[in-house]
């Protein structure tokens, strides 16, 4: 039997390239704006609390409230991208948000955007955010032949940690030689651009859109979610893929770099930068060269092997003591996981049903992103009890390496994916 990807690929995309697909191009343009809308807004509003309110002892709350709730509603908002046009959620997403940072622009202006205020934008903006992913990681098999679907995906991904760089650096120009009104201008001229980028995805989709005319109901949906990924064995085994790779790496990775920097490498603000843009740099290479390939064998045993790779490369990254080994080894773990999470997530697309694809792909982002902050909590606890960081890593390092060592010699569906 096919996958739900082959049975509804549209015919016309099979010879074209990727590159002439031109709902396709809408999409990666609405997704850079999107992406560096949002790095340069969380610059922003870390440096305003810090900067100017001075009230950087509480940055964690402003970030907090930009971050729960989208991992609250995400689950939900899936339910509503598989139901509605997709486009059109983007557009209002973004354009809600444009309109949002103009309002911050009057309250700079007039002098009230204080502590509480930003607190209140943040919550808003986290809101809002939690509508565009997964309707735009939905739209992608959509508009997408499966033949170009892993290209598309590493497109979209390498879009995204190349904002992950630029954005911050986008607006510390913006700042230096402008005010916080400035930013905000900036911020919303940007979102407002990808709204309307949205927007014109449909004009060009061969597929119509379609809308549900049934009654929505939200816990019913999710429930059917649920019970669709419990009765597919090979989503399943993903999804644990996906949430031990959330929990052992990507938590002990977002701690562990300013920490070695501090207490192993005894280096600088310039070396924390260094070796923060290596793994980023290593994620976009990768991401380059899916996307310049065209591998469509074994993709889910490549994953599980990059991702063993990346336990092997968390050991070292515990023993090493010296800065040019950290920085390769960061940049080699960002190249090795570019393949784990555009394969994971390409073949998640092929395996899910058009009308469950949004609430799938939210779950399962739900799923592993909730889980870090766990993992973050729990080697703080290490850390406080006396444990360094480097053992830390080494530790979560071979449970990696183990874990999906084991995976790839047991687990045979995997293997042959």
């Known amino acids: ?8 690929k549209q015919p016309q995309e099979n010879k074209s390239s990727l590159f002439k697909n031109v709902s396709f191009l809408l999409v990666l343009l609405s997704i850079t704006f999107n992406s560096s ?31 729960i709730p989208r991992l609250v ?7 509503l991208a598989d139901r509605y046009k997709k486009t059109y959620i983007m557009f209002l997403s973004d354009i809600l948000r444009g309109l949002l940072l103009i309002v911050m622009v009057f309250c700079f202006l007039s002098n009230i955007l204080s502590f509480s205020v930003v607190v209140t934008f943040a919550i808003l ?12 990681s939905s739209l992608i098999p959509a508009i997408v032949s499966e033949n170009h679907l892993a290209q598309a995906n590493s497109l979209s991904q390498i879009i995204q940690q190349f904002f992950s760089l630029a954005g911050p650096l986008i607006g510390g120009i913006i700042l230096t030689y402008g005010s916080y009104h400035h930013l905000f201008g900036s911020i919303a001229t940007i979102l407002i651009l990808g709204a309307f980028s949205s927007l014109f ?23 059917e979610g649920i019970h669709f990924i419990k009765e597919d064995a090979f989503i399943k085994a993903i999804i644990v893929v996906l949430i031990v790779a959330g929990f052992f790496l990507t938590g002990p990775l977002s701690m562990a770099i300013p920490l070695l920097v501090d207490s192993v490498l005894h280096g600088s603000a310039l070396t924390l930068s260094y070796l923060e843009t290596s793994v980023t740099v290593g994620m976009i290479a990768g991401g380059v060269l899916i996307a310049v390939s ?13 991702l063993a790779l990346c336990g092997l490369a968390i050991i070292f990254l ?6 040019l ?33 949004g609430r799938i792909l939210s779950l399962v982002t739900t799923a592993t992103t909730g889980l870090v902050p766990l993992s973050q909590a729990i080697i703080s606890i290490f850390l406080n009890r006396g444990l360094q960081i480097s053992q830390i890593l080494v530790s979560f390092g071979v449970i990696v390496f183990v874990f999906y060592f084991m995976m790839m010699l047991l687990f045979r569906p995997i293997r042959n994916a």
């Open 318 to 323: 515990g023993i090493s003591v010296h800065f």
């Open 325 to 357: 080994q950290t920085l390769l080894l960061l940049g080699t773990i960002g190249f090795v996981i570019s393949f784990s999470n555009t394969f994971l997530v390409t073949l998640l697309q092929e395996r899910t049903p058009q009308d469950k694809i």
């Open 125 to 136: 903006f986290g809101i809002l955010e939690a509508f565009y992913w997964p309707a735009s």
């Open 73 to 79: 509603l995400m689950p939900f908002t899936g339910i």
């Open 294 to 306: 065209k591998i469509r064998k074994r993709r889910a045993l490549i994953s599980l092997l990059s």
């Open 37 to 67: 809308g949002i790095s340069i807004y969380l610059l922003a509003e870390s440096w305003y609390v810090v900067n100017h309110l001075a009230a950087g002892n509480s940055l964690g709350v402003v970030l907090m409230a930009t971050a």
């Open 201 to 223: 995805v449909s004009k060009y989709m061969h597929k119509a859109q379609h809308s549900s005319s049934e009654s929505l109901n939200l816990v019913k949906e999710w429930k």
């Open 1 to 8: 039997m096919g996958t739900y990807a082959e049975m509804s």
